[in-house]
């Protein structure tokens, strides 16, 4: 069997994508412990070349609740920190492991990764994108939109991003709105938009604005996230000063549906790319979107590794 790789949103048809969901759903509401076999006697190496909490938590808990091993590997305390190639590494874990979860800087360092492993892998963050948590969020407004009466999927709604729309987030938000068919409206300043040909190859699906009030208008869902991601640290005092007036809050949502729910990935930069009382208030739904991490990620893992819970 060919390996499945999971490396970009666009890895997965619709079809398959809805099988992921299936799979998450099941997953989510079974009882703790019915699905300690599933992995039984499988492992799955996560490799974190950045920092993480919630992709590394959910990882571990996810793979352990599934009867599986997860081995957690950062570049500090292994032989990657020391110049090892990562096309060593890949090999070397493939014969260990049964998939890799890899958090890394260029996608370069991501494909080397992928086309020397032999089992499969999957983005756990790069700079370009972050699709787990783009397809975990997915999952989330669908299951917002179905038990708040909002509406059937996301096919056809309006979703906005507001802020750095160059990051791996709204980058991967651009390849779902394709895939899912939903109206992606990103408001970012001049400069902070995803590359043209990704836009362009979203067919029609993603609009770009300088006014985030316009993006927002009639908007189901807000999402945002941080100004300066992880490795930008050295940019960080000219963004703050780039992104001034990007801030989501109460008076930007104005025109907003008045269900629209407001997401971000975390870590959350309260006053800078969302305010306190936005973040903490009724449209944030960020806790649960953070735990489908755990579920969506079973069901994906799952589904590359050809397993039926
Ligand atoms: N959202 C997300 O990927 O969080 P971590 O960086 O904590 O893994
Ligand atoms: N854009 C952020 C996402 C963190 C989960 C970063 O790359 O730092």
Not at 257 to 262: D, G, M, N, Q
Not at 293 to 298: G, N
């Amino acid at each position: 069997m060919t390996k499945r790789d999971f490396l970009k949103i666009a890895d997965l048809s619709l079809a398959e994508a809805r099988d992921v969901f299936g799979l998450s759903r099941a997953m989510k509401s079974a009882e703790k412990g019915s699905h300690r076999k599933v992995l039984a006697g499988r492992s799955v190496a996560v490799v974190l070349e950045k920092a993480s909490t919630r992709t590394r938590v959910s990882f571990e808990v996810g793979v352990a609740q599934l009867g599986g091993h997860p081995v957690v590997l950062s570049t500090e305390g292994s032989q990657l920190g020391r110049g090892e190639p990562i096309k060593d590494t890949a090999r070397v874990l493939s014969g260990y492991c049964d998939a890799i979860a890899f958090r890394t800087f260029a996608t370069a360092r991501l494909h080397e990764m992928a086309s020397s492993a032999t089992i499969p892998v999957l983005n756990a963050l790069s700079d370009d994108a972050h699709p787990i948590q783009v397809l975990c969020d997915v999952f989330t407004i669908e299951e917002v939109f179905r038990r708040e009466g909002i509406a059937d999927g996301i096919a056809g709604r309006k979703i906005a991003f507001v802020g750095d729309c160059s990051s791996n987030m709204a980058r991967s938000w651009v390849e779902a709105a394709q895939i899912f068919d939903f109206q992606l409206a990103l408001a970012a300043p001049k400069g902070y938009f995803p590359p043209s040909y990704e836009v362009e190859s979203a067919n029609g699906n993603v609009s770009l604005h300088s006014d985030p009030r316009r993006a927002v208008e009639g908007a189901d869902v807000v999402n945002t996230d941080v100004w300066a991601s992880m490795g930008q640290e050295a940019e960080y005092k000219a963004r703050l000063a780039a992104f001034a007036g990007f801030t989501v809050d109460e008076k930007m949502l104005a025109g907003a549906e008045k269900h629209a729910i407001v997401l971000h990935c975390l870590p959350a930069h309260r006053g800078e790319e969302i305010d306190e009382a936005t973040f903490e208030g009724p449209r944030a739904r960020v806790w649960e979107q953070a735990e489908n991490r755990l579920h969506v990620q079973k069901g994906l893992l799952c589904f590359l590794l050809g397993v039926t819970p």
